[in-house]
């Protein structure tokens, strides 16, 4: 490959490359096909400069898009980039070192567990009789909702009190193993009852009355929210509120991070502000050196 490539063909011949290998194929291909509509087709990959792509960030963060969207699609860019030059053999300095916008801490928003019970019973009141569930369900497991939504019979074992989540249907592409706890066991169950009572025979877990796979209803779940009194929610804060429940009553981040499918414990690390007393037993350990603490009081008092 010439360094003069056009760009539309680096991206063409870049998306051929790992559409086996990425399951976010699709995704990639719409980030780096907006570099494509912003430069043009046919301009030289080698005649694209830091300077360039500085135009570009500046141009999507005007028309509203976050920074952390803007790092996410010049990191794909440079990915490509990295991905090319050392393939083909290529001499090009990547121009998108130093474009990365500082990332934020990130949203955490969780509930206390009387503003969930509060919530669920409120799900309860609208038109939607699987929303219930659902809301529990992601409570007591930390799903996100297309691994709920995409949950099938085959994958709940009652038996060994395990659900499975497939590696078609996590963020990672890797299969997990979730433990049932008391309340994920009952949603099941009462799901299963209810997939009887409508004579569904549908794979999926989460079924309408008619027996279709169900779409989650995001109408009910503000209504939900509206008659619970609860604002700033979202249905992946019922994700946050799980991790936090956690790492609140003392489980370990890499516990926590398994749990949750996270690829790295850095992704985890956003709940340890709320595990309990975290670094008390760090200094405790200084009041175990007695045979210390004497001499270093007798040389304080002597200041």
Known sequence: MQSDIPLSLFVSKYLSAIQSRLRSHGQIARRLNRFVVYFGPSRALDSIRRTHLADYVECRQSSGVSPASINVEIASFSAAWNYCVKRWELTLPNPVVG??????????????HEEAARLVQCAALTRSRVLPFFISLALHTGCRKNELLQLKW??????????????????????????????ARDALLSLSRRCEEVGSSSAFVFVKSD????????RAFRKA?????????????????????????????????????HSSIRMTERYAHLAPFRLHDAVAVLDGLQGNRGAVVKQMSMF
């Open 99 to 112: 474009l990365y916008f500082r990332s934020s801490p990130g949203r955490l928003r969780y509930l206390e």
């Open 225 to 261: 929210l509206e008659l619970a009194g609860i604002e700033d929610f979202t249905v992946h804060d019922l994700r946050h509120t799980f991790a936090s429940w956690l790492v609140s009553e003392g489980v370990e981040l890499i516990k926590v991070r398994d749990l949750l499918g």
């Open 154 to 183: 085959k994958s709940v074992d009652f038996h060994r009190s395990i659900i499975t989540i497939e590696a078609e249907t996590t963020k990672t592409g890797k299969r997990r193993y979730l433990p049932m706890n008391r309340s």
């Open 211 to 218: 027996g279709q796979p169900w779409r989650y209803p995001d």
